[in-house]
């Protein structure tokens, strides 16, 4: 917990003197020649390559605009109205990130640090603020070093997880890697906000499997785990690392997997007893094998002109088909699972089947394909649930998903190697007591902004309609699925610090 008093310090160490700094050329003109004349006197090396990585919107528009839409993967960002940076920076090379730490400072220009750019609220490129801002554009820095022998890989910020997922295949079929299910999620912003995936309740979290880093600190400095000390280490696994400075790279350890892994996907509609399964699954998942991860999806659909929900299962279990049947029919046999909706795969390959790839005709190196997601407009929240959800209040919770016709829930198992690790290892203090997460989630095509309205009133609708059966004292919320409804000031006492402390890591502070 010490890092929070370490996050306060660094605050308060840096800031003063930025306050009394003179302001940066306010003309983005300027302030691009001034940014391109401080770059290479702060360098710690010599260099003669910075104008080839800085991009002003005044002098370099096009290649500037390409380079800003790249890495926004909500387009609820993707709008004139929002605040655009005065300069984006893509550092080849680590001395580019810290002259442009030492540079931003200088010209008092706030930084923004971007690695995939799948931020749900677009932190990572855009500002609320009125001063001038500047991106960190990590996605050249994207080297993996896989080692098979110590069993770990260095990873860069900008890398994929299905590029990191693919380079350690390519070296061993008997070793993953537990993060997120998305291919091309950003490993700066995936890891340093905690990071989760299918194999949670066997492994744990992302965080959980970090043994290095290296970091430029706010001084300009390359810090690896022994420079930065325990407790910087221990903040940005988990604390979210823009708070902290520009991570370079994490050294992870990989897990062994299996060679046949088994997926399945079912879906049960409200006639078919879904609310009784879906009942039964929240208090099964917390103990069951851990090798076994089930997920739940919540939709609305209308079933016989009732406006309802139906649920779809689906599942990652690190071992054969065989194994998981009886497995199933001790322990869950309410779901019905059968033979025939069990797939065999290796563990690459269960990555397709999360990506919504066809696993059997999908060739592998689609992993290696930095564009494959389909963007689109997204709103997501997230709670925690301590005690099972009766069955009464599931039935009105599918007949209120059915009514609002657009908004889907996500339920995430917990329980297993989730149990063991103590709430304060890191950051993230979501471990045992909790069933499962939420994730409520929207997504839509329509550039409309009364679309936009109304799915964005959806979510917080469904949100107050869940109050009653999720944490309380505080609610909490997960910092990866960024939601910024809940620092929005209701009156009443509101305490930003308060809100965003007790929510994300369960500490006032
Ligand atoms: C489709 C989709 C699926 C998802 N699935 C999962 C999932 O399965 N599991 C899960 O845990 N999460 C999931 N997420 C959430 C995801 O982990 C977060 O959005 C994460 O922050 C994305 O990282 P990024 O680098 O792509 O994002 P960015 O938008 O680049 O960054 C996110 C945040 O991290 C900061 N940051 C980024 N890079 C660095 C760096 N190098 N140094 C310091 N700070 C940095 C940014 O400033 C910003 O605050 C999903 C998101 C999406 C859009
Ligand atoms: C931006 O424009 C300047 C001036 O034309 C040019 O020197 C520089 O190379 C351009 N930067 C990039 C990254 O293309
Ligand atoms: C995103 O913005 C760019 C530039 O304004 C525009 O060309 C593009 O069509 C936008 N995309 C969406 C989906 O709105
Ligand atoms: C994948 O291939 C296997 C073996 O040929 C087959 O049994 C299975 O049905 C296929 N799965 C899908 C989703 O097509
Ligand atoms: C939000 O949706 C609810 C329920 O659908 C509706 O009653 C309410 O008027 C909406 N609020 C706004 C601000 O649109
Ligand atoms: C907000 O809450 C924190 C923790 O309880 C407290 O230390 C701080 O003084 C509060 N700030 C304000 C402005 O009330």
Redesign the pocket.
């Known amino acids: 917990m010490s890092s929070i008093i370490l996050f306060s310090l660094l605050f308060f160490i840096c800031c003063p003197p930025c306050f009394s700094l003179p302001k940066g050329p306010s003309d983005p003109n300027s302030l691009y020649k001034s940014f391109l004349e401080c770059l290479p006197t702060s360098s710690p090396q010599p260099d003669t390559t910075f104008s080839s990585v800085v991009y002003s919107s005044a002098t370099n528009s096009s290649a500037y605009t390409k380079v800003l839409l790249e ?1 926004i ?2 387009f609820r960002y993707n709008t004139t109205s929002i605040p655009k940076p005065a300069i984006i920076i893509t550092p080849k090379k680590e001395n580019h990130v810290q002259a442009a730490v030492i540079c931003a400072k200088k010209l008092n220009i706030q930084i ?9 609220e ?4 855009t500002s609320s603020e009125k001063t001038q801002f500047m991106i ?1 554009d ?1 996605f050249n820095l994207r080297a993996i070093d896989i080692n098979v022998g110590t069993e770990t890989a260095v990873v860069q ?2 890398a ?1 997880l299905d590029e990191l997922y693919y380079r350690i295949w390519e070296k061993s079929k008997v070793h993953g890697f537990p ?4 291919p ?7 890891i ?7 194999m949670i309740r066997k492994y744990g ?2 965080i959980d499997h970090v043994i290095d880093a290296k ?1 430029v600190d706010v001084k300009g400095r390359v810090l690896d785990r022994k420079a930065m000390g325990e407790d910087l280490f221990w903040a ?1 696994r988990g604390a ?9 790279s994490f050294t992870v350890k990989l897990v062994p997997v299996p060679k046949v892994n088994t997926v399945f996907r079912v879906t049960k509609t409200a006639e078919a007893k879904a609310v009784d399964i879906v009942f039964k699954w929240q208090s099964v998942m917390s103990t069951i094998d851990k090798d076994l991860f089930i997920r739940v999806l919540l939709q609305p659909t209308q079933e016989k002109n009732k406006k309802t929900a139906q649920a779809t299962f689906m599942a990652l279990f690190l071992g054969d088909s065989t194994r998981l049947m009886g497995l199933m029919s001790k322990s869950f046999p309410e779901l019905g699972l059968k033979k025939e909706d069990c797939f065999e795969v290796s563990w690459i390959q269960s990555n397709l089947f999360w990506s919504n790839f066809d696993y059997n005709k999908t060739k592998l190196d689609i992993l290696l394909d930095r564009h494959t ?1 389909v963007v689109k407009f ?1 709103k ?1 929240k997230s709670d925690y649930v301590q005690t099972p959800i009766p069955t009464q209040a599931l039935t009105s919770i599918f007949n209120k998903l059915g009514e609002l016709g657009k908004i889907g829930m996500v339920f995430n198992p917990y329980g297993g190697r989730m149990n063991e690790i103590p709430a304060d290892a890191t950051p993230f203090p979501h471990r045992a007591g909790n069933l499962f997460k939420v994730q409520y989630s929207l997504s839509w095509k329509e550039s409309d902004a009364k679309v936009t309205e109304n799915n964005m009133n959806q979510s917080r609708v469904m949100y107050e309609f869940m109050t009653n059966y999720v944490a309380k004292n505080p609610r909490s919320a ?5 939601d910024l409804d809940i620092g929005v000031n209701k009156g009443d006492g509101f305490n930003s610090s308060k809100v965003y402390g007790g929510k994300y890591y369960q500490k006032e502070f």
């Not at 993060?179 to 998305?182: E, F, I, M």
């Not at 979210?240 to 370079?248: D, N, T």
């Open positions: 890495h993967k909500n923004r640090i971007r690695s995939g750019g799948h931020d749900y677009g932190v990572s490129y960190i990590m910020a900008g994929h993060a997120g299910a998305c091309t999620l950003g490993i700066g912003g995936h340093s906000g905690g990071g989760y995936g299918t979290l992302t970091i940005i979210g690392g823009s708070s902290f400075g520009v991570v370079l997601d997204l997501r997960f910092l990866n699925y960024r």
